[in-house]
């Protein structure tokens, strides 16, 4: 490939190759960085020694000559099982046992009362939410068999503010909160434990709503609690229970 040069007086290599040591090789052409290379969309362009590649990026995968987005079957849960998944070009049809799929909400959705859009932004519960009662400041309280919200260890009850934000101070430890009543500074809680906050509580218990600090008082129920109702200064209590601070009490009191 090389050509005798009367004005070097020398040999030259010829037009579209370069010297390489004694020989003269052809000049490879990025493709890449002209732009010439014709890869699908989303694909990326590897320039070779010879010619290019196109490759798919690792969040996508090739399919019908195209880069596709991969399917994350954790960020669609579905109520139930998923048995099949097809892939047409940038669409994934999903078939199983599921009647509803959709994005991760964990154990509580707030929803816009008019369109019932959910509301973005909240932290996800990790685990059931069983009751739920406004603070009125804006803000609610959450009872259940949950373990953490929002990433944060939280064992049955959480207190979410007016912000959407999980309180970062109010806590206390319960496990099995099926029902909550909130009357002036104090919240009520019934279910199926036995302590709260470490201390001694059957079925029922009186907590601080601006502290979390469990109260003094201690009904003592011998079953579980499953409905509070407050009226006026009384507290109505229902459930499987026979009684209630030591009285005969069959599953309904005041």
């Not at 469990?214 to 209590?237: E, I, K, Q």
Request: aromatic share 6%; proline share 5%.
């Amino acid at each position: 490939n090389a050509v005798c040069s009367e004005v070097k007086k020398a040999c030259v290599c010829s037009p579209f190759t370069t010297a390489v040591g004694d020989d003269c090789l052809p000049i490879v052409a990025d493709e890449c960085a002209l732009a010439t290379a014709n890869c699908p969309s989303g694909a990326l362009c590897l320039d070779q020694e010879v010619g290019f590649a196109c490759v798919c990026p690792s969040s996508m995968a090739a399919a019908g000559g195209k880069c596709t987005p991969n399917v994350v079957v954790d960020a669609l849960p579905a109520a139930a099982d998923v048995r099949a998944v097809a892939l047409d070009g940038d669409t994934a049809w999903l078939g199983g046992a599921f009647t509803a799929i959709g994005p991760r909400s964990g154990g509580l959705v707030a929803t816009d009362a008019k369109s019932g859009v959910p509301v973005a932004g909240l932290p996800q519960f990790a685990g059931a939410v069983s009751a739920v009662v406004a603070d009125g400041a804006g803000g609610w309280f959450a009872g259940g068999t949950f373990t953490h919200v929002g990433g944060y260890p939280r064992r049955g009850l959480a207190h979410i503010t007016a912000k959407g934000e999980l309180d970062p101070v109010w806590q206390v430890e319960v496990n099995g909160v099926t029902e909550l009543a909130l009357n002036g500074a104090t919240l009520y809680l019934g279910g199926t434990f036995g302590q709260v906050g470490g201390k001694s509580r059957q079925g029922l218990a009186a907590v601080s709503a601006a502290t979390a600090q469990v109260l003094p008082w201690n009904a003592d129920v011998s079953g579980t609690v499953h409905a509070l109702v407050v009226a006026g200064a009384r507290l109505w209590v229902g459930g499987s229970f026979s009684s209630v601070g030591g009285k005969a009490r069959a599953n309904l009191t005041a």
